[in-house]
Structure formats: C-alpha cells, structure tokens
Nanobody, 122 residues
C-alpha cells in the first residue's frame, strides 16, 4: 500500500509564509510527478504546482512568483513554500503523488493525501 501524508498547514497572518510538506511512503517502486492542489470552501479543487522527479516544475499562472515547489527524491517528499499569503489563499491543500507501486514496475497510480488546512487571517 501507498500512503501520502501532508503536513505544515496552520493559521498565519496576511503577508506571512508557510511551508507545506508531503511524503509518499509504503510499497513504492518509483515516484514520478508530485503536485499540490487546493480547495477553498464552496469552490472546486484547483491546481497549484507540480514537479517531476527530475526537478522540472510548472505552476498555475496566478500563483507563480509567490509559491515555490521543490522535492527531495531520497525521501519521496515534496514541499510547497508559500509567501505573501492573503486570506484568499485560505483552503485545504492537497498533495498528489504519481506512484508506481512495488510489483507494478510500469503502471502508475495517483495517490492523494488527506489534506492540510491553511487559514490566512486578515
């Protein structure tokens, strides 16, 4: 089995920063892309950023410049550095890992974390 767990959420004042972490663990052969999404109350889940195992990243245009994604392949962990936060960034932040489970070797599956709450106060 594969588990994806996010951490690092919390309450921050407007203008502040937070760093989220997400680790994939379990019976893993390989972790390909890892990414971050968020869902605000009453809104659809939206894409934030994703990063390949080789370190190539792409971002939602609206968030580029404030958010930075990075990863540590040795521990199957992806990070999201969020700066200049505003109340509009309040949401549950989800991590998705594209994983080839042990024993599969080729077929890739998407695994989601349970989400971590980020609340930005004005």
């Amino acid at each position: 089995q594969v588990q994806v767990v996010e951490s690092g959420g919390g309450l921050v004042q407007a203008g502040g920063s937070l760093r989220l972490s997400c680790t994939a663990s379990g019976s893993i052969f390989n972790v390909n892309r890892m990414g971050w999404y968020r869902q605000a109350p009453g809104k659809q889940r939206e894409f934030i950023a994703r990063i390949t195992a080789g370190g190539r990243a792409n971002y939602a245009d609206s968030l580029k410049g404030r958010f930075t994604i990075s990863r540590n392949n040795a521990i199957n962990t992806v990070y999201l550095q969020m700066n200049s936060l505003s109340p509009e960034d309040t949401a549950v932040y989800y991590c998705k890992a594209e994983v080839v489970p042990a024993g599969e070797y080729v077929k890739e599956y998407d695994y989601w974390g349970q989400g971590t709450q980020v609340t930005v106060s004005s």
